[in-house]
């Protein structure tokens, strides 16, 4: 897939769910939503949650930072990539978004937007390391998604804090292109 096919599968999908449990994940199966982001699980649990996903038609992403038991270094990404196989990584470091890009995992970079100094920060990061997409937290901060996209030119995701229809709707017309949300009752919306 290339970056304007991963672009445009946001589009189509502009709710992704983020799950954190076995429940989320039971749930999530058997819902309409696309694109997931697995944020829960260990070395020993993680290619079973992934493949579960994978049977039920999800995109799936791992945030690496959130696996128990797995080094957040070259060869956890490549664990990732090799026995858990999922569609792309979610991750807060830099190191981590260079190597899975080089083994041909989509990426995504999360970074946490607090006052303005983390803003330039962030797309400063964002600029060295070249995702192919952005997670800006919290999602609700439309005033920062404007100004993100007005900078990195990457699909941006807006998640964290996500758990009304009118916020997913204020921060898709603020420029991210999808929201992650754990809430389940937004998983189905009409898109």
């Known amino acids: 897939m ?7 599968l946001l589009i189509e ?13 039971q749930k999530i199966n058997i819902s309409k939503i696309k694109i997931v982001f697995i944020l829960y699980g260990s070395i020993t649990s ?14 799936v992403f791992v945030h690496v930072d959130m696996i128990d038991g797995l080094k ?6 490549e664990f990732i990539k090799e026995q858990v196989e999922p569609f792309g ?14 083994l041909g995992l989509y990426t ?13 920060t962030g797309i400063k990061n964002i600029h060295a390391v070249s995702p192919n997409a952005v997670e800006v937290m919290p999602g609700i901060a439309s005033k920062i998604i404007r100004s993100l996209e007005k900078e990195i030119h990457l ?10 229809k009118k916020e ?21 919306l009409d898109n």
């Open 13 to 25: 999908n502009p709710v992704v769910g983020a799950i954190r449990n076995d429940d989320d994940l």
């Open 155 to 164: 699909p941006i995701i807006a998640g964290g804090l996500i758990s009304t």
């Open 89 to 102: 990584i979610i991750t807060t470091r830099q190191n981590n978004i260079k190597h899975a890009h080089n």
């Open 2 to 8: 290339d970056a304007f096919s991963f672009e445009q």
């Open 168 to 188: 997913i709707m204020e921060s898709i017309s603020s420029g991210a292109m999808a929201v992650s949300t754990t809430a389940h009752e937004l998983w189905d």
């Open 46 to 59: 993680v290619k079973d949650i992934c493949s579960s996903l994978k049977k039920a038609g999800k995109v």
């Open 108 to 120: 995504i970079q999360r970074i946490f937007v607090i006052d303005s100094l983390s803003l330039i």
């Open 72 to 77: 957040n270094d070259q060869k956890g990404i």
